[in-house]
Structure formats: structure tokens, C-alpha cells
């Protein structure tokens, strides 16, 4: 809910829970904004679904640093590595959907150039 309000995330101590389970959930988190890019998506909200976007790289880049062993981390390297492969396909929907729109646009403006 953070992520899509664009407040702060809550600690790891405010939702009781110890640092293994926070991570793994923030990569299960930014997985699922996935959801909400693809529902901006279609609502033509493109600046939105770039931004969520950017939130889902950033998570991304945080949880790809952690470098402790798998027994200490739950399982973390699998759902950040699932993570990366959400986070390339909704990088591809958003580029493609950002260049439809260009071309449209350009289109259009080719349009009412023509006097049409």
C-alpha cells in the first residue's frame, strides 16, 4: 500500500516481524505493483505506471545487494531473482506502450498538419 500511496514504507519492528521476512516481503510487494503498472496501463496513466515502475527498479536494486547466506535470508536470492524477471517484462510493457503513444501523438500531429 506504501508503494502505491507514495508514503513511507513501514519498518521491519512496526510490522513485528524480523528482517528476512521484510525482505522477501518487499520483493513479493514490488512484484505485485506489476498489477497496478498494468492497470495504469490501460487507464493511459503512463506517468504513473512509470513511476511504479521506477519503485519496482528501486526495490530491485536494494534486495540485489543483500549478500548473506541463504539460511539467514529465507530464501531472498529466488524472489529477488523472480522479481527481476517481473521487473524486465513490465519494463518491456511500459516502453512499449510509451512508444505507442509517441507514434500515435506524432500521427496525430501528422494528422491536423495535413489541414484534415
Known amino acids: 500500500m506504501a508503494f502505491v500511496s507514495g508514503q513511507a514504507l513501514p519498518r521491519p519492528d512496526e510490522l ?18 506489476r498489477r497496478q503498472v498494468l492497470d ?11 513511476n511504479l515502475l521506477a519503485v519496482m527498479d528501486e526495490v530491485y536494486g536494494v534486495l540485489v545487494t543483500v549478500d548473506y547466506p541463504e539460511a539467514l535470508t529465507g ?8 522479481l527481476r524477471g517481473v521487473l524486465e517484462r513490465t519494463r518491456g510493457d511500459v516502453t512499449n506502450a510509451l512508444v505507442m503513444a509517441r507514434m500515435q501523438n506524432a500521427i496525430q500531429g501528422e494528422h491536423r498538419g495535413s489541414g484534415e
Open 75 to 82: 530464501g531472498l536470492r529466488r524472489a529477488t531473482d523472480s
Open 16 to 33: 513485528r516481524v524480523e528482517m528476512p521476512a521484510y525482505l522477501n516481503g518487499l520483493a513479493e510487494a514490488a512484484s505485485e505493483l
Open 40 to 50: 495504469c496501463l490501460r487507464r493511459g496513466e503512463l506517468g504513473e505506471a512509470e
